[in-house]
């Protein structure tokens, strides 16, 4: 579709220069054609002042030839000049084609994919609760606890549909609209989530800055952000293993920063932890801890929409650190907005 597309544009795109090329070649030519005229008609001119000159018929016959033949050099120059512009104009076209609709193409191409994605994730738990269920309907001595087992089972793949529904919307609200972006007290945004997380405060550290922290940013997707990256690094750390975060100011933005240690992630995932509906292998996710792979891509796109920057290192057995900077909040930016 998309290479079709490519080139009926082309073909547009090089008409367009073929009309503009040949308009400019007319224009050029009578423009040329007057003055080499009025040129040679000059020359006739002078040279009848001469007494000694008695017969034009020569001069007039030379003006005739020497016209003519710097109207076939123009022609030729024209043409020579028009197929080495069209020659160009059909490459540059064919590279303005493909440029133009690379953004639309891509787009296209990671609609279809989640789309497909997201239905595989939303088709598994579906089909595990309709075999529960038809099984549990056939059995016609099926008992009080084995019917609470099989509730229990069937709304725990309610909750998983639930959160991967939240994450769907978020995202597409995150496409299409705008965040309005205030003063933030990140420090605030930080304890609030650790509280929730850690309420015993015996594996989440936090290092704050010396002042606090102020980020311009939408508050609620900021504590998003930091709820997805807390609870990534609570999934995959090794369980009573410490977690430290620490925040700092650095070249003018906020700088968040998250390590836990654990099986880490392979060199071969980790550029592409981000994208949506990745998952690792069985050494990061499995079993339990196994997710849609949707909360690193949302955390990035939070990211984006706030100009700022999130980075991700690991190794297998090594520390893994998750990093986000923002823009640090001041009134010249807020005015500018």
């Keep these: 579709m998309f290479q079709s597309a490519t080139f009926k544009l082309t073909i547009w795109y090089a008409a367009i220069i073929v009309v503009i090329s040949l308009l400019f070649s007319?224009?050029?030519?009578?423009?040329?054609?007057?003055?080499?005229?009025?040129?040679?008609?000059?020359?006739?001119?002078?040279?009848?002042?001469?007494?000694?000159?008695?017969?034009?018929?020569?001069?007039?016959?030379?003006?005739?030839?020497q016209v003519k033949r710097a109207e076939a050099s123009l022609i030729g120059a024209l043409v020579i000049t028009n197929l080495a512009i069209w020659g160009a104009g059909g490459i540059g076209s064919y590279y303005l084609a493909r440029r133009t609709l690379r953004p639309i193409e891509q787009a296209h191409e990671a609609q279809s994919r989640f789309s497909s994605d997201a239905s595989h994730e939303l088709r598994t738990p579906l089909a595990s609760m309709k075999l529960e269920l038809e099984v549990a309907l056939r059995d016609p001595n099926l008992k009080k606890e084995e019917m609470r087992e099989l509730l229990k089972s069937n709304l725990e793949e309610v909750d998983k549909l639930s959160?991967?529904?939240?994450?769907?919307?978020?995202?597409?609200?995150?496409?299409?609209?705008?965040?309005?972006?205030?003063?933030?007290?990140?420090d605030d945004i930080v304890q609030t989530v650790v509280q929730?997380?850690?309420?015993?405060?015996?594996?989440?550290?936090?290092?704050?800055?010396i002042k606090p922290v102020y980020v311009l940013a939408h508050k609620e997707s900021i504590e998003e952000l930091v709820t997805i990256?807390?609870?990534n690094a609570l999934k995959y750390?090794?369980?009573?293993?410490?977690?430290t975060i620490s925040l700092k100011r650095a070249n003018k933005r906020g700088v968040f920063s998250i390590s836990n240690s654990g099986k880490g992630i392979e060199a071969k995932d980790l550029p592409h932890i981000f994208e949506r509906f990745y998952r690792a292998d069985s050494s990061r996710t499995g079993g339990s801890q196994s997710g849609y792979g949707l909360g690193l891509s949302l955390a990035k796109q939070i990211i984006e929409h706030h100009n700022g920057e999130l980075s991700a290192s690991s190794a297998p057995g090594a520390l893994t650190t998750f990093i986000f900077s923002l823009p640090i909040?001041?009134?010249?930016?807020?005015?500018?907005?």
């Design 229 to 231: 990256l807390v609870d």
């Design 237 to 243: 750390s090794d369980k009573d293993s410490p977690i």
């Design 163 to 186: 959160k991967l529904a939240h994450v769907l919307l978020q995202l597409s609200r995150l496409d299409h609209t705008a965040v309005k972006k205030s003063r933030v007290k990140l």
């Design 26 to 65: 007319i224009i050029i030519y009578g423009l040329a054609s007057n003055a080499i005229e009025s040129k040679f008609d000059s020359y006739v001119e002078d040279a009848s002042q001469f007494p000694y000159i008695v017969n034009q018929g020569p001069l007039e016959y030379l003006h005739t030839i």
């Design 196 to 209: 929730r997380h850690d309420r015993e405060g015996s594996r989440i550290s936090v290092t704050p800055h």
């Design 329 to 337: 909040f001041s009134l010249s930016k807020v005015k500018n907005k």
